[in-house]
């Protein structure tokens, strides 16, 4: 009988041929992490690529996205949350309402800060609610398709309970201002009582004052004007289209001798003693002393550099009917009150001696501005 053989008794594969090499499982490869959904991204997804919505839905709310990338930088939607919120809200009620009007280099901190010194209005609650309403409405996208768990720009309370209205001079406070001792020293005394001396007889802004070149001081029909305009080399210009405008000077000012400061003045500036930030702000040192010497001396909150504006406006708005409402506007910058085509092309046309006849109607009690004082 034959036996078999010993491969055939197990079933093993004879030795001459070659075992099978086990099967190898191919390692799936790792799905690729999912990239986070940035605000930026749902912007241009939700809302510029969105077909439906509306051009000023488009604008407002990509104005708004702008703003909080600003002031925080680009972000994942899924930690974006009250607090975040919050904070946006806080600022956009510390913003100048004058933001975006004019080119600028300041952070939108720095805006708030000048916006604090200068004592410039500063966004309304409507504005901040608008903002933030347009962030709510993209949340609510994001909401829906489970991008978020909640959104956080709903529920805010927008009437800003800090918000101080802003009001003119009294001459009792002038006073006060002008007896001050002057601390500072990073700016000269003298600047100091020039500055708010223009400020108090033209209603020129902070800004406007200090941004002034010898070349700003010319002769109009015969009359020394501050010429109010765009700087082309530093990139400086008025707030609005309006604030571009001649000042005539006033008597006080001649008086007090401001017509010489083109040639004493050292350097292509009108008013000595200032120094441009590295935002290129000129008179920003001039801003945060003045803030710091009126809590000193104990002025209210709502008195700023800006009361001088608001002083001489209220002057000229009660002075005898020979100075028209139209005149005021157009030596103040402010748009027409009574827009109409015939008034924008009145504006235009306010002959130098009627703005003179304005600059003249400006006048303080003797016992306000010294002689010497400033």
């Not at 100091?192 to 941004?211: D, K, N, P």
Request: with cysteine; hydrophobic share 35%; aromatic share 6%.
């Amino acid at each position: 009988m034959n036996l078999p053989s010993s491969a055939q008794e197990t079933g093993s594969v004879p030795v001459s041929e070659p075992i099978p090499k086990p099967r190898t499982v191919k390692k799936t490869a790792k799905a690729s992490k999912a990239q986070p959904l940035m605000l930026s991204g749902a912007l241009k997804r939700f809302v510029l690529d969105n077909p439906h919505a509306s051009a000023d839905t488009k604008q407002a709310t990509q104005r708004a996205v702008d703003l909080f990338l600003q002031a925080f930088g680009d972000a994942p939607v899924s930690i974006i949350g009250g607090e975040k919120a919050g904070a946006f809200r806080d600022l956009l009620f510390s913003l100048p309402a004058s933001l975006g009007k004019r080119k600028s280099s300041l952070t939108l901190g720095e805006e708030a800060q000048r916006a604090k010194q200068e004592g410039l209005p500063t966004l309304s609650g409507k504005s901040v609610k608008n903002h933030m309403m347009r962030l709510s409405a993209l949340w609510n996208q994001l909401h829906q398709r489970e991008l978020v768990t909640r959104n956080p720009w709903t529920g805010w309370n927008f009437e800003n309970g800090q918000k101080t209205i802003r009001r003119s001079w009294t001459a009792k406070e002038l006073a006060l201002l002008a007896s001050a001792s002057w601390h500072s020293t990073s700016v000269p005394e003298h600047t100091f009582r020039l500055v708010t001396l223009i400020a108090a007889y033209s209603g020129m802004r902070l800004g406007e004052i200090c941004a002034l070149r010898k070349e700003d001081l010319q002769n109009i029909d015969g009359i020394p004007c501050f010429m109010v305009r765009p700087h082309s080399d530093d990139g400086w210009s008025p707030k609005t289209e309006a604030s571009t405008r001649m000042v005539p000077v006033h008597p006080k000012l001649i008086e007090a001798g401001v017509l010489a400061l083109k040639d004493t003045t050292e350097g292509p500036y009108l008013i000595p003693g200032l120094e441009t930030s590295k935002q290129g702000v000129r008179g920003a040192a001039l801003g945060r002393a003045f803030s710091l010497l009126k809590t000193r001396i104990g002025l209210p909150a709502e008195i700023t550099f800006h009361s001088f504006r608001h002083t001489v406006s209220t002057q000229l708005r009660n002075a005898d009917a020979n100075i028209r409402e139209v005149w005021t506007d157009r030596l103040l910058g402010h748009e027409a009150t009574h827009k109409s085509q015939g008034t924008t092309t009145y504006l235009t046309s306010i002959s130098t001696a009627n703005l003179l006849q304005t600059i003249e109607a400006i006048s303080y009690p003797a016992t306000v501005f010294k002689k010497g004082t400033i």
